[in-house]
C-alpha cells in the first residue's frame, strides 16, 4: 500500500475546512451500521453482515479525516490514514484486504462466506477500543 502522502499528491485527498456536524454523522452511521449487522444471522446474510462491517468502518475512517481537515476519494486512502493514528501496518493491511474483498463483493458478484463475515466482525472488535478512543474525541469535540 502506497503512503497517506503519495494519495494527498495524487489528489485523491483534499485538504478542506474541519466539518465537525459531517465527522459526527459518519460516526453514528457507522455505529448503526454495526448494531444492525449485529441483528443479523451470518450464516443467511453473510454479504450483507460483510458490507455493514465494512461501510462502517469506513465511515469511522472517514470521521478520522474529516476532523483532521482531509476529504478521500479513495478507500485506499482512507484505511492507510489509520496510521497517522498509531494503527500498525497489520492491521491496515487486513482493513484493505476487506476493501478488495467488498469491491469484489459489490461490483463483480463474487460471493461472501459466513467465514468471511465472521472475520471482518473479530478484525472490528480487535480494533474496537482503539478506535473508540479517536472517535470518541471527535464526538466529545467542543467548539468556541
Request: aromatic share 14%.
Amino acid at each position: 500500500m502506497e503512503s497517506f502522502e503519495f494519495y494527498l499528491q495524487k489528489g485523491d485527498v483534499k485538504k478542506v475546512s474541519v466539518n465537525l456536524e459531517r465527522a459526527r454523522f459518519l460516526i453514528k452511521d457507522g455505529k448503526s451500521r454495526i448494531k444492525d449487522s449485529n441483528l443479523l444471522d451470518k450464516k443467511k446474510f453473510p454479504k450483507i453482515v460483510f458490507e455493514n462491517y465494512y461501510d462502517a468502518l469506513r465511515d469511522f475512517c472517514d470521521a478520522i479525516l474529516i476532523f483532521d481537515g482531509f476529504k478521500s476519494f479513495s478507500h485506499e486512502a482512507s484505511i492507510v490514514y489509520l496510521g497517522k493514528k498509531g494503527f500498525d501496518v497489520s492491521v491496515i493491511s487486513r482493513l484493505d484486504r476487506f476493501r478488495y474483498k467488498r469491491n469484489g463483493s459489490k461490483y463483480y458478484g463474487e460471493e461472501i462466506s459466513v467465514e468471511e463475515a465472521k472475520d471482518i466482525k473479530e478484525f472490528y472488535l480487535e480494533i474496537k477500543d482503539k478506535l473508540i478512543d479517536i472517535l470518541k474525541k471527535i464526538e466529545n469535540f467542543k467548539t468556541c
